[in-house]
């Protein structure tokens, strides 16, 4: 008997959710393409969302990018940007689409800063079930920050300011610098 965890991310893809409905005459022309095309995954969540397949409460939307409110608002006005075509992760997405995600959630991170009064925004991306990503479909959270803590549930998971071994990071950085070489 089999007694390891199963990968997420295959819980992920092979959860079950209504099949896009590609003949949907209001669908956009590119997302009938990519969905014909297998861009956009039939056993995705936030590919059902962007199909139309799964309800949102759309904030934005262009050729390549969605935006909607998260339903487990870390703060209020916490929001996701994904892009249309589907990639698992930071690792996968390609560069295009990795830019439209960054350059809208900028601009929503803005208009939410004015209009909700925010004192600042985060912008986060979890790659990995070990670093907390539930929905294996790129995304970016755009949370609002408040002094306010009302209106804000996020906490740091660490503590900035309390200084690392410099002999550590300097091995690290000098790892990572040979790697991109």
Same mark, same amino acid.
């Given at each position: ?28 022309? +590119?997302?009938?393409?990519? +969905? ?15 199909a ?17 409110m ?41 208009a ?11 912008? +986060? ?28 549930? +996020? ?27």
């Open positions: 008997m089999d007694t390891t965890d199963p990968d997420p991310a295959d819980q992920h893809r092979n959860a079950v959710r209504p099949q896009a409905n590609l003949s949907r005459p209001d669908a956009p022309p +590119l997302q009938r393409f990519w +969905l014909a095309s297998g861009a956009m995954s039939d056993q995705c969540l936030f590919c059902g969302i962007v139309g397949d799964i309800p949102s409460a759309k904030v934005a939307e262009d050729d390549m990018t969605y935006a909607f998260d339903i487990n608002p870390a703060s209020d006005g916490h929001l996701l940007v994904v892009p249309k075509r589907h990639s698992k992760d930071l690792f996968e997405i390609p560069a295009d689409d990795l830019t439209a995600v960054t350059l809208t959630a900028q601009r929503i991170a803005k939410a800063a004015g209009e909700f009064g925010a004192d600042g925004v985060n912008l +986060l991306n979890c790659c990995g079930a070990d670093a907390w990503q539930t929905v294996f479909h790129f995304h970016l959270h755009v949370i609002p920050r408040y002094i306010d803590k009302a209106k804000d549930r +996020l906490v740091l998971p660490w503590e900035p300011g309390i200084p690392g071994d410099m002999d550590a990071i300097a091995a690290m950085g000098g790892r990572l610098r040979a790697a991109l070489d």
